[in-house]
């Protein structure tokens, strides 16, 4: 690891993303914490204006910090949406430094914005992983998980209402079934007992006397109109006894 004097209130570390830079010491608001340094490159110089890296650090049209040299400390510094430092540019002294914009306590790692073009072109495509980004999706995957959560529910409820549903339909059917059952026995019945009593069949034919020879017994329970058929001047055994 790149050594660090110790006086300072910082040291590279492990982070998120791959190495970082962290207070050891507690870091007051405004202060300064570290230059951000390299090679100066010309864009009036075509080999200079060509060179691409992820550390360079633009400070006006013409001059911008190569700061990918292995000295420049400052390079470590993770990028975040909510900082808590930022770029302190000097485009006229051509120097740029990083100053806590907060109180920053030891082992706090330390970062500022790379501003819109470079969040654009490196972060956003791979997805930001600074704290606030990583807090806002973690959020959203909870809001998703209990989406679903909530939509498996009303899906269970909804099908527990349809079954319940169709088996109060599929009750009630039965009932009106059985209801039915029950209304035709019961009209079988009826008919059954309209035939002894309305004496039609049995009191009718014996009291109105026109087939009072005719074999009135045997047609307690026969429903057939068979006495008409019968001569009605057969004798009756009954008579005749
Ligand atoms: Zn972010």
Same mark, same amino acid.
């Given at each position: ?141 909870? $809001?998703?998980?209990?989406?679903? #959560?909530? @939509? !498996?529910? /009303?899906?269970?409820? =909804? %099908?527990?209402? *349809?079954?319940? +549903? &169709?088996?109060? $339909?599929?009750?009630?059917?039965? #009932?009106? @079934? !059985?209801? /039915?059952?029950?209304? =035709? %026995?019961?009209? *079988?019945?009826? +008919? &059954? ?16 006397? =026109? ?31």
């Amino acid at each position: 690891m790149t050594s660090i004097p110790s006086n300072k209130p910082y040291r590279v570390g492990r982070s998120r993303t791959g190495l970082g830079l962290f207070a050891t010491k507690p870091i007051k608001k405004g202060t300064k914490i570290i230059r951000y340094f390299g090679p100066l490159l010309d864009s009036k110089k075509k080999e200079e204006d060509a060179i691409e890296n992820k550390y360079l650090f633009e400070l006006n049209n013409r001059w911008t910090i190569d700061g990918s040299v292995r000295k420049n400390i400052a390079r470590y510094i993770n990028h975040a949406c909510r900082p808590n430092a930022e770029s302190d540019v000097k485009p006229r002294k051509r120097k740029v430094f990083i100053r806590a914009i907060k109180n920053i306590e030891p082992g706090e790692e330390i970062n500022y914005d790379y501003g819109t073009d470079y969040f654009k072109a490196y972060l956003k495509p791979i997805g930001c992983k600074c704290d606030a980004c990583e807090k806002k999706r973690k959020k959203k995957r909870a $809001e998703a998980r209990a989406e679903k #959560a909530r @939509l !498996k529910a /009303k899906a269970e409820r =909804k %099908a527990l209402k *349809k079954a319940e +549903k &169709l088996a109060k $339909e599929q009750q009630k059917a039965e #009932a009106e @079934l !059985k209801e /039915k059952l029950k209304a =035709k %026995a019961a009209r *079988k019945s009826k +008919k &059954l007992n309209g035939h002894s009593l309305n004496g039609k069949s049995l009191n009718g034919k014996s009291l109105n006397g =026109k087939h009072l020879n005719g074999n009135g017994r045997a047609r307690v329970a026969d429903r057939k109109p068979a006495g008409r058929k019968q001569p009605v001047s057969a004798p009756a055994p009954a008579l005749q006894a």
